[in-house]
């Protein structure tokens, strides 16, 4: 190649060497799959956590042994689903935790007094 | 990434593969011209438009001045991580395989032309890569470079003048003898 002088030619021979051709683009499909299959599996382990934590610490599932006494201590949705499905009606399951609730309810004493006592000092 | 004027509506992915098979060439090119290695280089641009489709951007208002923005970043980036001066992989050619029969029976080979390339400062190369081959306005390449438009001008024509010096006749074979 002979070199001339003028730039514009110049250019023009050095445009006559052609960029060699680039690799096609991989499919994008196998690009997503990296970070999906991660993504999901994180995903389906946290759930699974998630499941197992909520059936430890939450409403008691369908296979839970629940006490005998449901009614004893503080009234939970457990206690509360567990009344319902032993009693014949929902108001009857209602009215028997009130009951219980009430019976746990204490008359406020003194240091000195006994609970009966109170009672007695109690109006009626 | 910098963006290039004024921006209208998504790239679309038929677009973006539009836009591949027209500039990756020259954008391979551009990138070998940074890092010195075609399959690196090859690397980064693939990056740079699967990037693309994976995450939809605005219509660029000069979408090669984009890719040449987002390769030279890319590029840039993965110098940092390298950690090491950058050579010429002699292995791999730039262009296709041809050599120029010239008058006077002398003959320009692709070695040679990528041997005088990589011979020049990094950003005469990017600048020289981008007018001749992807054919950038020097206001356009001022932006890939964040240099000033005149300056772009300026380091072409060292670049140019560079060149032809070590293209001159008889240098070619005098560089491959050295060698």
Redesign the interface.
């Known amino acids: 190649m002979q070199i001339p002088d003028d730039d514009r030619q110049f250019e023009a021979e050095l445009r006559r060497f052609a960029p060699r051709a680039a690799e096609p683009l991989p499919p994008i499909r196998i690009i997503r799959v990296r970070w999906r299959v991660p993504v999901a599996v994180a995903a389906t382990v946290l759930a699974a956590i998630g499941t197992i934590l909520w059936h430890m610490h939450g409403t008691p599932g369908p296979g839970t042994v629940l006490p005998a006494d449901v009614s004893a201590g503080e009234v939970t949705l457990g206690r509360a689903q567990a009344a319902v499905a032993q009693s014949p009606s929902f108001e009857a399951a209602i009215d028997g935790l009130e009951q219980a609730s009430r019976s746990r309810t204490k008359p406020k004493t003194h240091k000195n007094q006994s609970a009966l006592q109170a009672l007695g000092r109690e109006e009626l | 990434m910098r963006a290039n004027g004024l921006f209208s509506g998504l790239l679309e992915?038929e677009e973006i593969?539009r836009l591949?098979r027209e500039h990756?060439?020259?954008?391979?090119?551009f990138a070998c011209a940074t890092l010195g290695e075609?399959a690196r280089a090859?690397d980064i641009?693939?990056q740079v438009?699967?990037r693309l489709?994976?995450r939809p951007v605005r219509r660029p208002d000069n979408p090669q001045a984009y890719l040449f923005t987002a390769v030279h970043n890319t590029a840039r980036n993965e110098m940092r991580s390298l950690r090491r001066m950058v050579e010429l992989d002699e292995t791999q050619?730039?262009?296709?395989e041809?050599c120029?029969?010239?008058?006077?029976g002398?003959?320009?080979s692709?070695q040679s032309?990528r041997r005088a390339l990589w011979s020049l400062p990094e950003e005469q190369r990017q600048i020289t890569v981008m007018h001749?081959?992807g054919e950038l306005t020097f206001p356009a390449i001022a932006e890939v470079l964040g240099i000033n438009a005149n300056t772009a001008a300026s380091r072409y024509?060292y670049a140019?003048a560079a060149?032809?010096q070590q293209?001159?006749?008889g240098r070619s074979t005098q560089n491959a003898d050295s060698r």
């Open positions: 992915r593969e591949y990756s060439r020259v954008l391979v090119l075609r090859q641009v693939q438009f699967l489709m994976e050619p730039w262009f296709e041809q120029l029969d010239g008058v006077a002398d003959v320009v692709e032309l001749i081959w024509r140019l060149l032809r293209m001159a006749p």
